[in-house]
């Protein structure tokens, strides 16, 4: 079993930036593929960036050019760097993994997620 715990998420002001953190404990899965999702008050849950064992990316196209997703393997730490913070993107922000072994686009597109964090709530005011 894996444990993903978000932090990082807050209270700030448009055009600020924030650097989430998602923490991994248990059993951790070589190769694992790993996500950001999140969900805006009144609104579905959309995958916002993804991140494959090799470092390959992709972003959602309302994020991109402002969201980065990196991985520490040797702390087991999942970042999201968050730049020019709008009033849009105030939601609860999920990290998310997968159990086995995903490489390139079977990572990059993957939404069957095997584990979720709790979330970690981002608050943007203008």
């Known amino acids: 079993q894996m444990q993903l715990v978000e932090s990082g998420g807050g209270s700030v002001q448009a055009g600020g930036s924030l650097r989430l953190s998602c923490t991994s404990s248990g059993y951790t899965y070589p190769g694992n593929c790993m996500g950001w999702s999140r969900q805006a008050p009144g609104k579905e849950r959309e995958g916002v960036a993804w991140i494959d064992s090799n470092g390959q990316t992709r972003y959602t196209s309302s994020v991109k050019d402002r969201f980065t997703i990196s991985r520490d393997h040797s702390k087991n730490i999942l970042y999201l760097q968050i730049e020019s913070l709008t009033p849009e993107d105030t939601a609860t922000y999920y990290c998310?993994?997968?159990?086995?072994?995903?490489?390139?686009?079977?990572?990059?597109?993957?939404?069957?997620?095997?584990?979720w964090g709790k979330g970690t709530l981002v608050t943007v005011s203008s």
């Open positions: 998310s993994a997968s159990r086995g072994s995903l490489l390139g686009l079977s990572c990059l597109y993957y939404y069957a997620w095997d584990y």
